[in-house]
């Protein structure tokens, strides 16, 4: 980035994922996961410097093999956005960017759109990015975030549960066809003295009943800011999900 503006992207990646152990180094086509997040993740135009805040030394020494940087966390941090804010307090950075490490095929246009959402609303201490709902079927997966958003594409609220409610519209599968509907895509950038505020805040009650953590930034007053896009992104939850990454990591060559 040019002038006083620097930008780091951190990878949370831990070993002990109860559905699937040693996720960040499963292999896909022959790489390690791990290594497919921070190639893409370097191609963001906007972002300075890839670092993967890992609780483990085998992941450690796998990004350091492919000549990756990557960070040693305390065992005992509670979040990925908790191994975040360890590694930001070392940096200087201005913005901090939080990518998930279980999503291999992140998009690096989808980094540079959250930086800047964040950089063009000064008054956000965060932002995010969401993809609007066509198929009506997405609607009813409780493992997805829904957001909510006002005229200038600052959050008004994140659930599980379909918002808004379409109260006159008798079938949820007429909803999307009258009113936006949107998916939250699970990247954060940060204004750096922000994420190290917000993770001392400890947690909220709206952050514990519908277990997303970016409640806690709303609840405390906190302005969040909602980027727009397209890309819809593969999460690997489970062995399974590698699968249907290396099928449209083929459907991406096809169409090269």
């Given at each position: 980035?040019?002038?006083?503006?620097?930008?780091?992207?951190?990878i949370p990646?831990r070993?002990?994922s109860t559905?699937f152990?040693?996720?960040?180094?499963a292999?896909?086509?022959g790489?390690?996961?791990?290594?497919w997040?921070?190639?893409?993740a370097?191609?963001?135009e906007?972002?300075?410097?890839?670092?993967?805040?890992?609780?483990?030394?085998?992941?450690?020494?796998t990004?350091?093999?492919?000549?990756?940087?990557?960070?040693?966390?305390?065992?005992?941090?509670?979040?990925?956005t908790?191994r975040?804010a360890?590694?930001?307090?070392?940096?200087s950075d201005?913005i901090?960017?939080?990518?998930?490490g279980d999503?291999p095929l992140?998009?690096?246009?989808?980094?540079?759109?959250?930086?800047?959402?964040?950089?063009?609303?000064d008054?956000a201490?965060m932002?995010?990015?969401a993809?609007?709902?066509?198929d009506p079927?997405e609607?009813?997966?409780?493992d997805?975030?829904?957001?909510?958003?006002?005229?200038?594409?600052?959050a008004?609220y994140?659930?599980?549960?379909?918002?808004?409610?379409a109260?006159d519209?008798?079938?949820l599968e007429?909803?999307p066809?009258?009113?936006p509907?949107?998916?939250?895509i699970?990247i954060?950038a940060?204004?750096r003295e922000f994420?190290l505020?917000y993770?001392?805040?400890?947690?909220?009650?709206?952050?514990?009943?519908?277990k997303?953590e970016q409640?806690?930034?709303?609840?405390?007053?906190?302005?969040?800011?909602?980027?727009?896009?397209?890309?819809?992104?593969?999460?690997?939850d489970l062995p399974d999900?590698i699968q249907?990454?290396?099928q449209?990591?083929?459907?991406m060559?096809?169409?090269?």
């Amino acid at each position: 980035m040019s002038g006083m503006t620097t930008i780091s992207a951190v990878i949370p990646a831990r070993w002990a994922s109860t559905r699937f152990p040693g996720k960040p180094l499963a292999p896909i086509e022959g790489r390690p996961m791990i290594q497919w997040v921070v190639e893409r993740a370097s191609k963001a135009e906007s972002i300075d410097r890839v670092i993967v805040a890992t609780d483990d030394e085998r992941i450690l020494h796998t990004v350091q093999s492919f000549g990756g940087k990557a960070v040693m966390t305390p065992h005992d941090l509670a979040s990925g956005t908790d191994r975040v804010a360890f590694v930001a307090r070392s940096l200087s950075d201005t913005i901090i960017v939080n990518i998930q490490g279980d999503e291999p095929l992140i998009e690096p246009e989808a980094i540079d759109r959250v930086v800047e959402r964040l950089l063009l609303d000064d008054q956000a201490s965060m932002a995010t990015l969401a993809r609007r709902v066509s198929d009506p079927s997405e609607l009813r997966n409780v493992d997805t975030a829904r957001v909510v958003i006002d005229k200038d594409q600052r959050a008004l609220y994140f659930s599980r549960a379909v918002i808004p409610y379409a109260r006159d519209l008798p079938a949820l599968e007429t909803w999307p066809k009258e009113f936006p509907y949107y998916d939250q895509i699970g990247i954060y950038a940060y204004r750096r003295e922000f994420l190290l505020t917000y993770n001392k805040l400890g947690y909220s009650v709206l952050e514990q009943a519908e277990k997303l953590e970016q409640l806690r930034a709303l609840e405390n007053g906190y302005t969040i800011s909602v980027g727009l896009v397209d890309f819809n992104p593969i999460c690997v939850d489970l062995p399974d999900h590698i699968q249907l990454v290396e099928q449209r990591l083929r459907e991406m060559k096809n169409r090269e």
